[in-house]
């Protein structure tokens, strides 16, 4: 890596990181209108954004609107849904079994522990335009579902009639559903209005705006994570597996940029890699497959803002890159992925070998989609069964663990001036 200073460097690294910024002040606004107004602004809104003839009425989605959805998918679709529920509910279900209550002790006399307790009312953010995402939907409710959380609430576009997602989200158990988008649902959800009651945690993904929200209503209400734009990093070397020669090798790794890039013109995608003419053929590719697909528009504005090639000497600079990167979404295909994955310290996930492209991970394989960007695996995980839960800690003393630690809180609470504090240990050991 020797252009670190570079400007074309810098931008890889901070990708749409300043987008967020200057949408706040606009965003701050949102909330305080939704907050003031309720429903009224909800329904101006989704006027202006999503369908000129939205009506109050519309706001909250009902059960015939649930069986029309059902009327009305493709049993194909359906069956597939069905299957990505499956997948993702076995996933979950490991994840679940994993988190445990616990109990132990510090000292005679002194147990302490931790149960863990659903979050009782979350909010689900799906996003829409264009096209319906129940994947996003399923993937939300699945966690959330096996959490206990006794209410969950979600928010899909008001745009389009939304049955795949509504479907997903019926599938899940989900019933509670409001057609609401943008800074505006984030705020309804965080703030509550005259329809829409307020939920302890919000999670999903969105544009800056939501993303913004979601950031600025945390006064009043947890969220997962600040989710940005998709971005995906892709370590390969000059390496070949079985049944794959550097050219097809080259392939994937341009399908997989592309595949990145056609989510939106923020998106972000950086093959790193040691060898010049994986480099070099991955750059044909892309130019090749570009002309076959069809949101040309976006993949144009999202090559050139966030995506490129980077060239390393080595697997460790590769690595060196990726941990400062902390993508959202990593592919490894290397000769040993493996070795690779253990030098891995901050990612959202983690895809190994040549057959597991982002997409599996989006759509089929059961691992969770909702993952931290812009540089948020540093510091927070991908949302999952614990996203919708929360720890309350214990402690059960007696008489003898009190006498035990007596003398410790006499004398910093001497320390601190705090001789209630000491008075409620002491009245007890009279």
């Known amino acids: 890596m020797r252009d670190k ?148 609430v979600a928010a899909i576009s008001p745009k389009g009639n939304q049955y795949e997602t509504l479907v997903a989200l019926a599938e899940c158990g989900v019933t509670e559903i409001y057609r609401m988008s943008g800074a505006q649902a984030i705020a309804a959800l965080a703030y509550g209005t005259s329809t829409v009651k307020p939920v302890e945690l919000i999670a999903g993904p969105g544009s800056p705006w939501v993303t913004a929200a979601k950031i600025l209503c945390q006064e009043r209400v947890a969220i997962d994570m600040p989710a940005g734009p998709s ?5 390969a070397d000059g390496g070949l597996s079985k049944g794959v020669d550097l050219q097809k090798k080259a392939e994937y790794c341009a399908a997989d940029i592309l595949a990145r890039a056609e989510h939106g013109p923020d998106s972000a995608a950086v093959l790193v890699t040691t060898s010049g003419k994986l480099a070099r053929l991955t750059q044909e590719e892309i130019k090749k497959q570009f002309e076959l697909l069809s949101r040309k528009e976006y993949l144009q504005s999202a ?31 290397t000769e040993n992925p493996r070795l ?27 691992v969770n989609h909702i993952l931290p960007a812009s540089g948020w695996a540093k510091r927070t995980s991908a949302v999952g069964v614990w996203t919708f839960m929360k720890r309350v800690q214990y402690s059960d003393v007696s008489k003898m663990g009190l006498r035990k630690l007596q003398p410790i809180v006499n004398r910093i609470a001497d320390v601190e001036g705090l001789d209630a504090h000491r008075a409620s240990v002491d009245r007890r050991l009279k």
């Open 5 to 152: 200073k570079s400007r074309a460097f810098r931008r890889l690294l901070l990708r749409s990181q300043n987008e967020l910024e200057e949408v706040k002040v606009a965003v701050r606004a949102i909330i305080q209108e939704v907050r003031a107004e309720g429903d009224s602004a909800l329904v101006r809104y989704a006027q202006k954004f999503d369908d000129a003839a939205f009506q109050k009425s519309m706001l909250c989605v009902d059960a015939q609107e649930i069986e029309k959805a059902y009327e009305n998918i493709l049993p194909e679709v359906l069956s597939a849904i069905r299957e990505q529920i499956r997948y993702a509910q076995r996933f979950h279900e490991r994840q679940r079994s994993a988190i445990q209550d616990w109990e132990g002790t510090t000292g005679e006399g002194i147990v302490v522990g931790e149960k863990w307790t659903a979050i009782e009312a979350v909010g689900l953010y799906i996003p829409g335009g264009k096209n319906p995402f129940p994947t996003v939907a399923q993937i939300l409710a699945v966690p959330a579902v096996l959490a206990g959380s006794g209410r969950i």
């Open 231 to 235: 971005e995906a990093v892709i370590i």
């Open 303 to 333: 090559l050139k803002n966030y995506c490129g090639i980077l060239l390393v000497d080595t697997l460790d600079e590769a690595v060196e890159f990726t941990n400062s990167y902390a993508p959202e979404h990593l592919e490894i295909l």
């Open 340 to 366: 690779v994955l253990e030098q891995i310290t901050n990612a959202g996930s983690v895809f190994l070998g040549m057959y597991n492209p982002v997409a599996l991970g989006d759509y089929a394989s059961g």
